[in-house]
């Protein structure tokens, strides 16, 4: 091997390496059949309803309410979820398609600049080593069915045509659909298309009418086609709710630099010293030679591409998928100029052994980059209980008889046989931009249209109101649901279920059950402020979800937070029954809250809360006393934190 071969054979094999890791993450994540990225279901819910024949862009409503995306994406997904069914795997196939077609696009690109052959493969190689490595810092992203992979595809797609094909016609008209269906794809498209005007203008400027009018047609003829059919609203949707969005200008400088910078800090630094030293030659040549007018280039493709991640990620709830043109395209562009500064040092292969060492020195810093930012793959994949979950969920949506709301997750009760709504983030938006709360979402719930509500976070703030007709009727603990592994960490967690009474189980009798709206009309007396003037309908004051509980009401002892104190004494109930149960939450300090049970004025059983607002089932076997006769004292002496006991459905039962 030439000695200059051992710099970029360190980095291309530390290259191979996380590309290994990325496809066994890719690999090990294809099929799942759930949400990764909690948007992920809300753009399959953009393909069926085009596949349906719907508009994606309109008034928001309790059906539906559009991404701030331009449609190109979930349009493909539509077309092709016509003939192979639509799917979270289909969507994802669609993005590693893409990610594909960018990796092998770059690789052809690094062995251009790099004189092909062994070295400019070997570069090529690393270059894509150092793509795969900005998977984390990305958002773990490529994969996932978002645009981000297609509209990186088509970008550059319309780069590579521009850079090496400009002469040619069928190129030049490539390129320029390529960069008109990058902006249909995503927005941020448009500082690229500026690049490669910009470029044709300098490379063949007789072409540039033609490459700006492509583009106008596809990407400016689209916007008009689609703001006509949609009447106005894909403007407001892709633009003027971006204006109400905040911008943090601290982001576009220096704060999203500084962040790629520290992700990748070799890549920085061999940026820098291939600019000095092609400062240096160009003041020495006073000329820039043909062949390095196509670095210049792809330089100037990396620094669009920061300023794109800069200006993407300056947006309010921008996520860090916004750092991945600023992380690929530099990337690609340090195995780049690290073979320009060696073939500058070399000076017409009269130097090489300052050549080795420049080669040996860059090509290594490369390398220990990559090796260093090699990580565990484990929390980019989903667990092997997070795919028992995700069936064990979606068997439970199909047992609900009735329609589900998951606004977190729309695409799931899709899965379930259901129909589906709008998406969250669809929610954030259009409130953010000042539309209101979309009214049929508000009367739906109001008149318990849905068997159930499934929410990620607690219902405080948008979904307040909700409270009055449902209650929790179940709360999904960390293992029993599956995880996103990427973006926004959420889980379904809480699901609200319309306030109706329940049977009680076969050969049980319910003794006591809060529902006759006041503590004096089942015979229980009140000490003290802390029940509050008779049974609570769920949550009170600032208190989180409360539940699961009984019909409608419960005994709820934070009225006045956790500083009141109070009891709560039932009048005397024959014991029938070998077993009795009742469900109780809140604190557990057994000094100051307690659940007591006497018998004959005895206490025969004492308990406390469960540690949080959800309620447990509580069970106390009382076949020793049948045939006399009990009561329950509800004790809350506790002021500070979690000073509060919940309490309901007291049960006599069989077993």
């Known amino acids: 091997m030439k000695l200059a071969r051992i710099g970029p054979a360190l980095a291309a094999a530390a290259g191979l390496a996380q590309l290994g890791l990325l496809f066994y993450i890719f690999a090990r994540r294809l ?64 993005s590693l398609l893409s990610f594909a077609a960018v990796l092998a696009m770059l690789f052809r690109v690094v062995q251009r600049q790099t004189g092909g052959g062994w070295d400019g493969a070997l570069w090529g190689v690393a270059a894509l080593g150092l793509v795969a490595s900005s998977f984390p810092h990305s958002g773990a992203w490529y994969d996932l069915v978002r645009n981000d992979s297609l509209y990186l595809a088509l970008v550059t797609a319309a780069l590579y045509l521009i850079c090496y094909h400009h002469r040619s016609w069928w190129a030049l008209v490539a390129a320029g659909l390529a960069a008109g269906l990058a902006f249909l794809t995503k927005q941020t498209a448009s500082l690229f298309i500026i690049l490669s005007g910009a470029s044709l203008l300098l490379f063949n400027w007789r072409r540039l009418p033609v490459h700006v009018g492509l583009v106008g047609l596809v990407a400016g003829g689209g916007v008009l086609l689609l703001n006509a059919v949609t009447h106005g609203w894909f403007w407001r949707y892709t633009f003027g709710m971006h204006q109400a969005h905040d911008l943090y200008w601290d982001r576009i400088w220096p704060v999203t630099e500084l962040k790629l910078l520290r992700f990748s800090p070799v890549v920085a630094g061999v940026l820098g010293l291939w600019l000095v030293v092609a400062i240096v030659d160009f003041i020495r040549r006073r000329r820039l030679p043909a062949e390095e007018r196509l670095t210049l280039y792809w330089f100037a493709v990396a620094l669009t591409g920061v300023a794109v991640s800069a200006v993407g990620y300056a947006t309010q709830w921008a996520s860090e998928n916004a750092y991945i043109p600023g992380l690929v395209f530099p990337g690609v562009f340090a195995a780049i100029a690290a073979a320009a500064v060696v073939n500058k040092l070399q000076g017409g292969r009269d130097r090489p052994v300052l050549a080795a060492v420049a080669s040996l020195l860059l090509g290594g810093s490369l390398a220990a980059q990559l090796g260093l930012q090699l990580y565990a793959p484990a929390r980019h994949i989903p667990r092997p209980r997070d795919w028992r979950a995700a069936h064990e969920l979606v068997d439970q949506l199909r047992r609900i008889e009735g329609p589900v709301l998951m606004p977190y997750h729309p695409y799931y009760p899709v899965l379930a046989g259901k129909r589906p709504s709008y998406h969250q983030m669809g929610i954030n938006d259009v409130t953010r931009a000042g539309f209101a709360f979309p009214s049929d979402v508000i009367r739906r719930i109001l008149t318990r249209h849905y068997r159930a509500i499934i929410l990620d976070n607690p219902p405080q703030g948008r979904y307040d109101f909700m409270l009055g007709p449902y209650k929790l009727g179940r709360y999904w603990r960390v293992d029993e649901v599956p995880h996103t592994v990427t973006g926004y960490d959420v889980r379904p967690t809480y699901m609200f279920v319309p306030k109706e009474p329940e049977p009680p189980p076969a050969g049980a009798r319910r003794v006591f059950g809060f529902e006759q709206g006041t503590f004096q009309a089942e015979g229980w007396t009140v000490a003290g402020p802390a029940f509050g003037g008779g049974p609570a309908g769920g949550p009170v004051w600032n208190q989180g979800p409360v539940g699961p509980f009984e019909g409608s009401s419960l005994a709820n002892s934070y009225h006045g937070g956790d500083a009141s104190t109070g009891t709560l004494r039932s009048a005397e109930f024959l014991v029938d029954r070998p077993y009795l149960s009742y469900r109780v939450g809140g604190g557990q300090d057994r000094r100051l809250l307690a659940v007591r049970l006497l018998v004959e004025d005895q206490v025969l059983h004492e308990d406390t809360g469960s540690g949080s607002d959800i309620m447990q089932v509580r069970r106390v076997d009382v076949s020793a006393h049948q045939g006399k006769r009990a009561r329950l004292e509800i004790v809350d002496r506790a002021t500070g934190p979690w000073g509060h006991l919940l309490f309901d459905d007291v049960l006599l039962r069989a077993q």
């Open 31 to 94: 099929a799942f059949p759930l949400d990764l990225e909690w948007m992920e279901g809300g753009m399959l819910c953009h393909a069926l309803r085009a596949m349906e024949g719907r508009p994606i862009y309109g008034p928001p409503s309790v059906e539906f309410i559009s991404y701030l995306y331009t449609p190109l994406y979930p349009y493909l997904l539509a077309l092709l979820g016509k003939l192979f069914g639509l799917s979270y795997l289909l969507g994802r196939v669609v």
